[in-house]
């Protein structure tokens, strides 16, 4: 072990003084780090001296003055009480915010997500939407996705994103049954 630590630091040496170096031609440059690897050869490397990561940028959603204003609170309040991480109670949660908004009048009583525009549809006055594209939905809208053998997903519309149980800037990868909303 005493003979790798020397070894060890002679190695780090021969990388520092290299860094004060020239390129491998003998002419100095701030673009090229010249080393000398492990057997003795002259090495070099570019140097990175600027990194800028690539940002995704999501569009923000749209307000449509046609939808109830019931919706925005309902995504407000989705959004207040929501978590960074899921706790599987989508629907749950939905609920929640959708009548503590007043979007509908009694609790939802489908048990799971992927039913939800139906009984939307059928019980509370909401309309489907020919919006394809989660990003596309107006703030406020209730998207809903399918599974084949899970519950499914539901999801609120926010100015920035989707909330449920927890928020996120990106819609869910499931298959997307539908967006509704109540005119």
Known sequence: MS?????????????????????VDGSP??????????RG????????S???PKKLVYPLAKIDRRLDPKLMRAATIAQERSHAH??????????????????????????YAKDAGQELVSTFGFKKLAVRDPFKAPVGAVLVYGASRAAGHVEIRTKDGFVSDFRSKIPSPRPLIGVYAKL
Do not use: H, I
């Open 41 to 48: 050869k002259t090495q070099s490397a570019a140097v990175v």
């Open 3 to 23: 003979m790798f630590v020397p070894r060890l630091l002679g190695l780090a040496c021969s990388f520092v003084l290299a860094a004060t170096a020239a390129r």
């Open 50 to 52: 600027n990194y800028y």
């Open 29 to 38: 440059s701030k673009s090229q780090f010249a080393f000398k690897d492990a």
């Open 86 to 111: 899921s706790r599987s109670r989508c629907w749950q949660y939905v609920k929640e915010a959708l009548l503590a908004s007043g979007a509908v009048g009694s609790y939802p009583k489908t048990a």
